[in-house]
């Protein structure tokens, strides 16, 4: 039988899927790995570890289907990193990751200039320490000798398909977060290009989503099971998460909550916002996605959980807690920004503050304001975008999607329907449709109607005051930060 397999390199960990002809989840693996933080505002990976990572997820994925065909590997992966690379093609650095800060000042001032703004409209990308752009003009002013002797700057995907195949290839999808393409033109922009201080030969050759490479024969032994199968370069993660749960369609949007969030719509053209409030990204052909990513999504309920309740059961016991609360938390409200923030306010600086605690709270009603902050911080993202596209259905994903208690608030928050797709893992899945693309099969997949939620207009009235409260009392306390 053949199949197909999506993988998804995460921040956290690598997962494979593989799916049948019909969609039917064959097998998976998923394969942590640790994020590192060698110093204040850093964060980086072993590049090594996640290219361990994606061979052994594949590996054990055939090991399970050892009769069937895998056909095609789609990749998904995470946007925003960068490792240097020598002229040996030796890592100079670990993988810096997108929750990395150190370019945070350096950033604020290139988003009050005229090159700053020039920038984010033509790439898309909001002036911020995420972006490999401030971290490339941060190492240009701070590390002076590793920038000059670096011969590739490039990401984890770039990595991982060098290890294979020997290319330094990047796809349009993301080559467009990086701050460095051009994404109407879907080229290197020499004027950002210029301003870092490098030329395209430092970077890796744009090819599209559909891209195919093979495995030379005998090149490795540890993807033996795979030599006739077609390395499809996909997209970012973030774009085939949208894909991948259906929400490319008029009217729609994706909401995604894991260990961060994103809000995104699909757009036919680049679309960038005149107060550089969202990103866009090119999705595949002539799709892009336009949105914004929190750095705040479920991390706060795992800070809550570790290390201020230091509570030790299960997560849905924890979040069980929450539902003998009141809509509202009794008044109890969280700034949910304990790791800065990007979307929507874009400061490195920002921080989790509880508001209005009183005598009465408990820990159960920490435990709703945060679910209902996570929430609300979507919200504020999600009318950024609802000022220039109707929207009547949200599509959520990400590990939250599993927990009835959370979608149901998202749909109260919005004051629309949520559908939670059938398709658990949707960027692994729309890594595969991209894949079914690039080699022109028909897509015939079967998939059940997902679990739809319909908003409480009761609720939805409480969140919205307790919404436009944090968003107040943020503009209140900006500054002490």
């Keep these: 039988m053949d199949y197909y397999i999506g993988i998804d390199i995460g921040t956290t960990s690598t997962k494979a899927v593989a799916f049948s002809a019909a969609g039917r989840v064959l097998a998976q693996q998923s394969i942590s790995y640790p994020i590192k933080h060698p110093q204040q505002n850093r964060s980086e990976q072993n ?5 361990e990572a994606v061979i052994n997820c594949l590996n054990n994925t055939a090991n399970l289907l050892p009769q069937d065909n895998p056909v095609l590997i789609g990749f998904a992966a995470a946007m925003h990193s960068l490792i240097l690379m020598d002229e040996n093609d030796h890592s100079l650095t670990d993988c810096i990751i997108w929750a990395d800060n150190r370019a945070s000042e350096l950033a604020v001032k290139l988003k009050e200039t005229a090159e700053g703004k020039s920038f984010y409209h033509a790439s898309g990308v909001p002036i911020h320490a995420m972006s490999p752009l401030c971290k490339l003009c941060w190492l240009k002013e ?17 990595f991982v398909f060098h290890r294979l195949f020997g290319k330094y290839i990047i796809d349009t999808s993301i080559a467009s977060a990086t701050g460095l393409l051009n994404t109407s033109q879907l080229q290197w922009d020499e004027n950002i290009l210029n301003y870092v201080g490098i ?3 430092k970077l890796s050759a ?31 993660d973030g774009a085939l998460a949208n894909l991948g749960s259906g929400a490319t369609v008029e009217g729609s949007m994706s909401i995604t909550i894991g260990t961060s969030s994103a809000v995104r719509v699909v757009t036919k053209q680049a679309v960038t916002d005149n107060s550089m409030r969202t990103f866009c990204y090119h999705l595949s052909g002539e799709q892009y996605i336009t949105g914004g990513a929190s750095n705040n999504g479920a991390i706060v309920l795992q800070w809550l959980k570790e290390k201020i309740l230091q509570n030790s059961g299960p997560y849905q016991q924890f979040i069980n807690t929450a539902e003998s609360i009141n809509p509202g938390s009794d008044g109890l409200l969280l700034l949910p920004y304990i790791l800065g923030e990007r979307a929507p306010l874009w400061n490195s600086s920002a921080r989790g503050v509880f508001w209005n605690l009183s ?13 209902e902050a996570i929430v609300y911080n979507t919200y504020c993202i999600g009318k950024i975008l609802m000022e220039k596209t109707t929207v009547n259905t949200i599509y959520a994903n990400g590990g939250f999607a599993d927990c009835v208690f959370w979608v149901q608030l998202l749909a109260d928050m919005f004051n629309l329907q949520v559908i939670v797709p059938s398709m658990e893992e949707s960027a692994a899945f729309g890594a595969v449709l991209i894949g079914l693309l690039a080699l022109e099969i028909p897509a015939a997949f079967d998939l059940p109607e997902g679990k739809k939620y319909f908003p409480n207009a009761t609720n939805h009235a409480i969140y919205l005051r307790q919404c436009n409260k944090m968003e107040h009392l943020y503009e209140l306390v900006k500054k002490e930060f």
């Excluded at 590049?47 to 290219?51: D, T």
């Excluded at 599209?208 to 970012?236: C, D, M, W």
């Design 47 to 51: 590049p090594q570890e996640i290219l």
């Design 142 to 158: 701070n590390e002076t000798s590793l920038f000059l002797n670096a011969s590739k700057f490039i990401g984890i995907k770039e």
């Design 199 to 201: 030329d395209t030969k």
């Design 206 to 236: 744009i090819v599209p989503t559909t891209h195919i490479e093979y495995l030379v024969k005998n090149s490795t032994n540890r993807l033996s099971a795979f030599q006739q199968t077609a390395f499809v370069i996909g997209s970012s």
């Design 359 to 371: 005598i009465e709270h408990t820990a159960a009603h920490m435990v709703r304001a945060a679910l």
